[in-house]
């Protein structure tokens, strides 16, 4: 029973490798892989080191495109920003900024707008901004990636 097992495993390997992924260092059982048109496809980690301990980003490309939620991580390992791109309407993103210690620094939306000619990416709206304890702080308002200020807080409030 155990040679029949071990023939099968020897098998299935020789014939994943004469499947094409002898050649490519990245297969089907990899976390990062690429699509017929070798784009980036599925869920996907990038490493500060070699040894795959240390962690800078991860998250999950349809066909070459960001999807869903992104994180992006320090060298400390603490998180800097996350990301998360809305399927409607398109290019709509929700960020999260963080401080040094890991505590909410602001939260806001932002646009991506790709052309011909031009990728843009731009802040917009209501941002909200935190201290590095977490108290709220004044929100912050953009217009085409442009701080305009913030709002003037009412007499009697």
């Not at 962690?55 to 490309?61: M, Q, T, V």
């Amino acid at each position: 029973m155990r040679l029949l097992l071990l023939r099968i495993l020897v098998l299935s390997i020789m014939l994943l490798m004469l499947g094409g992924c002898a050649f490519r260092p990245i297969c089907f059982w990899s976390r990062n892989r690429f699509d017929q048109q070798e784009l980036r496809h599925g869920p996907w980690r990038v490493y500060l080191d070699a040894q795959q301990q240390h962690i800078l980003n991860k998250g999950r490309y349809r066909h070459g495109r960001e999807v869903g939620r992104w994180q992006y991580f320090s060298a400390t390992g603490l998180p800097e920003r996350t990301e998360r791109f809305h399927r409607w309407p398109a290019g709509l993103i929700t960020l999260t900024v963080y401080h040094p210690n890991g505590q909410v620094a602001k939260k806001g939306r932002a646009r991506f707008q790709s052309t011909a000619t031009l990728d843009r990416f731009f802040w917009f709206g209501e941002w909200r901004c935190y201290d590095a304890t977490g108290r709220p702080l004044p929100s912050e308002y953009y217009r085409d990636g442009i701080r305009v200020g913030t709002p003037l807080t009412p007499i009697g409030r």
